[in-house]
C-alpha cells in the first residue's frame, strides 16, 4: 500500500484564487483526518470524517474552508478565497476504527498564498 | 478541552548520552496518548502509544496519570534520531471509533556527534 496519498505536494497562488487539496486516504481506513501545520499555532485539526460523513469540523477556521468525501477513496479541502494567513502544511490521515488502529499521515500539501 | 504541551521547542544531545523528550496533557476524560516523529523529507509516522508499552528504536514512554505527562525517553541517543517529534492525545474508545488528534508544539531533537 502507497499510504495516505496527497495531491499537490505544492501549491503556490495569489490571493482569491480558489485552492483544492486532495487526498486519497489507505483502503479500507473508515476514518480521514485534516491538519494543518503553522509555525504559531503547530499541527491543528480542521475536519474529519467517519464513512464519509463529516463528524466534527469545528476547527475549520472560516466559511472560506470547506471539506467533502464523496466516496471512501477521496476527499477534498476546498479554500474560497485563499488569503495569505492560509499558508501551511495542510495534512491529510487515515486510520481504522476497529480497536483504535493508529492514525497514517501522507505527506502534506505545502501551500503557499501569495 | 484537551491540551497538550511539550516545553522544549529544540533540544540537542551528544551521540550516547540519555534523552528525554517532555509532553504533559490535560483531559477530563482517558486519553490514549502517541508520539509521532517525522524525520527529514519524510512523513509524520506513528512512533509509539502508551497501550502498546512496546519499545521502538529504543525509545520507551510511560504514561503517567498522576502527572498527567508521557515523557519520551531513550537511554542513548543515536544520530539516527535526529528528527522533530510529537506529542499527541487523543479520547479513549474502548469499542472502537476514531477521534482527532491533538498535538503539542513539537520538539526539534538534534543528536550532534
Known amino acids: 500500500d502507497a499510504g495516505v496519498i496527497q495531491s499537490p505536494r505544492h501549491e503556490v497562488t495569489e490571493m482569491g484564487q480558489e485552492v483544492t487539496l486532495r487526498c486519497k486516504p489507505i483502503?479500507?481506513?473508515?476514518?480521514l483526518f485534516w491538519y494543518r501545520q503553522t509555525m504559531m499555532r503547530g499541527l491543528e485539526l480542521l475536519i474529519y470524517?467517519?464513512?464519509?460523513?463529516?463528524?466534527?469540523d469545528s476547527g475549520m477556521p472560516e466559511d472560506r474552508f470547506s471539506a467533502k468525501m464523496p466516496n471512501a477513496s477521496f476527499s477534498t479541502l476546498k479554500i474560497q478565497p485563499s488569503e495569505p494567513r492560509d499558508s501551511a502544511v495542510y495534512f491529510c490521515?487515515?486510520?481504522?476504527?476497529?480497536?483504535?488502529?493508529?492514525?497514517?499521515f501522507g505527506d502534506g500539501t505545502r501551500l503557499s498564498i501569495l | 478541552a484537551q491540551r497538550v504541551t511539550q516545553p522544549e521547542k529544540l533540544l540537542s544531545v551528544f551521540k550516547g548520552a540519555p534523552v528525554e523528550l517532555k509532553c504533559n496533557y490535560s483531559?477530563?476524560?482517558?486519553?490514549?496518548l502517541f508520539w509521532y516523529v517525522q524525520y527529514s523529507r519524510q512523513r509524520l509516522q506513528l512512533l509509539l502509544r502508551?497501550?502498546s508499552r512496546e519499545s521502538i528504536k529504543g525509545f520507551t514512554a510511560d504514561l503517567n496519570k498522576g502527572e498527567t505527562s508521557f515523557h519520551l525517553k531513550k537511554p542513548f541517543a543515536q544520530e539516527e534520531d535526529s528528527a522533530m517529534y510529537y506529542c499527541?492525545?487523543?479520547?479513549?474508545?474502548?469499542?472502537?471509533?476514531?477521534?482527532?488528534?491533538?498535538f503539542g508544539k513539537g520538539t526539534h531533537l538534534i543528536i550532534q556527534p
Open positions: 490521515a487515515s486510520s481504522f476504527s476497529k480497536g483504535a488502529q493508529p492514525q497514517h
Open positions: 483502503s479500507g481506513h473508515d476514518y
Open positions: 470524517f467517519n464513512n464519509n460523513v463529516p463528524i466534527d
Open positions: 483531559y477530563s476524560g482517558s486519553p490514549e
Open positions: 502508551h497501550i
Open positions: 499527541a492525545l487523543s479520547p479513549m474508545y474502548s469499542g472502537g471509533g476514531a477521534d482527532g488528534l491533538t
